[in-house]
């Protein structure tokens, strides 16, 4: 009797499934995989934002209760005062070295590890020529009455509902140079939701309407899908 046993491959039937369950298999991950990815990205931005708090606290408290400018102009929206405190995006900087200096002094620069915890993870995507003009993150503008420089945080009533910073869009030049914004400069870059800073110092991950965060759909009103308040000094605007 022979013993020989023939060697057998595989044949197409059986290389047909095992191509379709791969495909099945991959076309399970990889949704699971980039959605894990969003969530980490939308976890650094609320612990980037959590920090830039703690800095503005800490601003405030050094300066009679004033928050920093929300932008770099020399002189009061209305032109009627001269400005001379820096803006929001530079004057945090002193209070951000005690959080985030590095363990290795020649791994990342000082200065690179306060541009990063001051943007939003998307920032790493943008063009090398781009990152000097290019803020992710912006204060809301409409804190500040046209006739001031800075405000006193002690004046800014529902802490819980007024913005402070949130996640601005970068889809343009004009727009990204901005250190300021409002609800017409959201970005929903994370699930379709932006991460907003309260007054008080809480994050909330706030989606409204169904935009991608690169235009101005989803935010079409100040209310921005809830009671947000844009403006201290008309908090019940539409």
């Not at 059986?14 to 894990?36: D, Q, R, T």
Request: with cysteine.
């Amino acid at each position: 009797m022979d013993a020989t046993v023939k060697n057998r491959g595989f044949t197409v039937i059986e290389l047909l499934i095992i191509v379709i369950i791969v495909a099945i298999l991959v076309c399970i991950v990889i949704p699971a995989i980039f959605a894990a990815k969003q969530k980490a990205q939308q976890i650094i931005c609320v612990n980037n934002l959590r920090q830039l708090f703690l800095a503005f606290e800490q601003y405030t408290n050094d300066n009679n209760g004033l928050l920093p400018c929300p932008n770099n102009s020399g002189t009061s929206k209305d032109g009627t005062k001269i400005c001379t405190a820096e803006v929001w995006f530079k004057a945090v900087d002193n209070y951000l070295t005690t959080l985030q200096l590095p363990g290795e002094r020649d791994e990342i620069s000082q200065e690179e590890r306060l541009l990063l915890i001051k943007q939003d993870p998307i920032f790493k995507t943008v063009p090398l020529s781009k990152q000097d003009t290019t803020r992710t993150i912006k204060m809301n503008q409409n804190l500040l009455p046209a006739s001031e420089c800075q405000r006193s945080i002690e004046t800014i009533g529902e802490t819980t509902r007024t913005v402070l910073l949130f996640d601005g869009r970068i889809n343009n030049t004009g727009v990204a140079d901005n250190y300021e914004g409002s609800y017409g400069s959201v970005a929903q870059r994370h699930s379709k939701a932006a991460n907003i800073l309260f007054i008080d110092g809480h994050v909330e991950r706030i989606q409204n309407g169904n935009s991608d965060g690169t235009t101005n759909e989803g935010w079409p009103n100040r209310q921005a899908g809830r009671a947000l308040i844009w403006d201290p000094e008309n908090p019940d605007l539409p």
